[in-house]
């Protein structure tokens, strides 16, 4: 027996019992069947007997399982009432980046609608390495971005759960030549000098995805310069520099510009939903359930015919 039984591999265990189905079991907890179908069997070697008589049509408990069976369900409502005294000491803080983002804000708004009891408070970090230091600290609970764009030393003491593959687009001053094309191909950004956040400490993993996108197109990374803050000084930059600005289809809007999707193909920014290792708190099982039930619903985690990413964000997006 293990000294410890992961309570998430018990919850499998419980969910198969109740659908004798692993396809709606799945669906029900939000996992891929075969995530699913894993936890099972781990739970199966730690505890040392088979749970389930398993064959091409139907799932049924075995005496074993028959008999664990309440008691893993004790186990688990334990934990449900020690996650729920314990969510109501404080609110759970989830980072959104920047006002105006829509992934991040309509997962959080369905999280709200699945723990109305539970306090989700927004932060706004812009970016995920800035947030990521207030993760590790404890200072922020969960945020959003490229997981695959941190440092390792980052990435070690989070966890992360893939949640959209938004495609990217490109801001443009409303006279810019592109500006009259309904999509602009990224062959058409040649010799353009773009910017993408290049010396902002909070966001490095944005200006590392655009330079592997730019790299071979005769794209220019725009150099470091200080953080334009507030519409009218980005609308004042970019009216000098004229440089585009890469950014995503649901970027907010700016006054004399306008947003182009990117195509040919089209560049794709990973977004995974992040939190702090170990962190136990049911609110967060409600965000977690949300970013699954909105990535579902919308389709977020399919790519198009044409799409480009990055070898190392195409591994961290697949772990689902």
Known sequence: MPAHPDPRLLRAFVTVAEELHFTRAAARLFVAQQALSRDVRR???ELGCELFLRTTRRVTPTADGERLLPYARAVLRAQDDLLAAAGETRPLLVDLNSPGLTTSRRVLHRARELA?????MARYESGLTGAAEELLAGRLDASFGRFAGLAPALRAGLDQQPVRHEPMAVVLPEDHPLA??????????A??????????????EWTDLAR?????????LAPPAPLAVGEEE?????????????AVVDFPPLPSTVLRPLVDPVPLSPVSLVWRKGLVHPAL????????????EEGWLRRP???????????????R
């Open 285 to 296: 099982d409600a965000l977690r359930r949300a970013a699954a039930f909105v990535a579902a």
């Open 180 to 189: 009259a094309l309904p999509e602009v191909p990224l062959a058409a950004l």
């Open 116 to 120: 109305p009891d539970h306090e989700l």
């Open 43 to 45: 739970l199966e070697r």
């Open 234 to 246: 980005v609308r004042r930059i970019m009216a000098r520099t004229r440089h585009p600005i890469l």
């Open 305 to 319: 015919i044409e799409w480009w990413l990055p070898e190392r964000d195409i591994v961290v997006m697949a772990a």
């Open 191 to 204: 010799g353009e000098t773009v910017y993408a956040g290049a010396g902002n400490p909070r966001t490095p």
């Open 212 to 220: 592997s996108l730019f790299e071979g197109r005769g794209i220019t």
